[in-house]
């Protein structure tokens, strides 16, 4: 059974502390590993696509790495505007998606 | 473009009554989904549409009915609400991209209570 689990359910930054968040899958057959940020009452944005192990993507303080089991969202020197619920997803074979709980990650001024 | 959108934001039923959520895109992205959220649980894939005229079940497709209405727009039917279908409800569209993933795009999101 495809599953995608979430760590730290929550997390707690000092502006600047730089840290990680963890997504552990398991999948037969990985077509695509997704990032997502969610804002309170608002929808998932998309952040992040990855698609194979060692690939790696950045965007402003973000970057999200790859491999076989693991995804990594690193967060360096966040700002209180990253505070966020930031979201996993899968896509196994056609479109079954699995999404994870979420980390919810707040970053204090 | 507006992207995603959804209405109505916010919806209250009582037990049994029915409702259509209505979701359109303007992105000419043949997929769309239907996901919903509940507390603590990642987002569930009720149905989905490949394209039009096609609509298949997800994980949790139950008390749901689902039409694709046209390539825009897919709309999701409870017939007989009852409270376990309280949630927040997400429509999403995707494009195609490498290796056969799609990435998906989604709206603003419906707030249903059920009493």
């Known amino acids: 059974e495809d599953q995608v689990t979430q760590s730290p359910e929550a997390l707690r930054l000092q502006e600047g502390e730089s840290s990680s968040l963890n997504c552990s899958y398991t999948v037969s057959g990985l077509r695509g590993l997704f990032w997502y940020r969610q804002d309170p009452g608002k929808g998932p944005e998309f952040l992040f696509t990855l698609y194979s192990a060692g690939e790696e993507k950045e965007k402003e303080r973000l970057k999200a790495t790859l491999t076989k089991k693991e995804s990594f969202l690193h967060i360096t020197a966040p700002k209180p505007e990253d505070s966020a619920t930031y979201l996993c997803a899968v896509q196994a074979d056609g479109q079954n998606f699995v999404f994870g709980p979420g980390t919810r990650l707040s970053v204090l001024p | 473009n507006a992207g995603v959108t959804q209405t109505p934001k916010f919806q209250v039923l009582k037990t049994g009554q029915s409702m259509t959520l209505q979701c359109a895109q303007d992105m000419n992205h043949n997929s769309m989904y239907w996901y919903r959220q509940d507390p603590g649980m990642g987002l569930r894939l009720i149905y989905y549409?490949?394209?039009?005229?096609?609509?298949d079940k997800g994980e949790v497709p139950n008390g749901y009915n689902v039409s694709r209405l046209n390539k825009r727009e897919f709309s999701l039917r409870l017939e007989s609400a009852a409270p376990s279908q309280t949630s927040v409800y997400f429509c999403?569209?995707?494009?195609?991209?490498?290796?056969?993933?799609?990435?998906?795009?989604f709206g603003p999101g419906t707030r249903l209570t059920v009493l």
């Open positions: 999403a569209s995707s494009v195609s991209g490498t290796s056969g993933s799609y990435t998906q795009y």
């Open positions: 549409s490949a394209s039009e005229g096609t609509t």
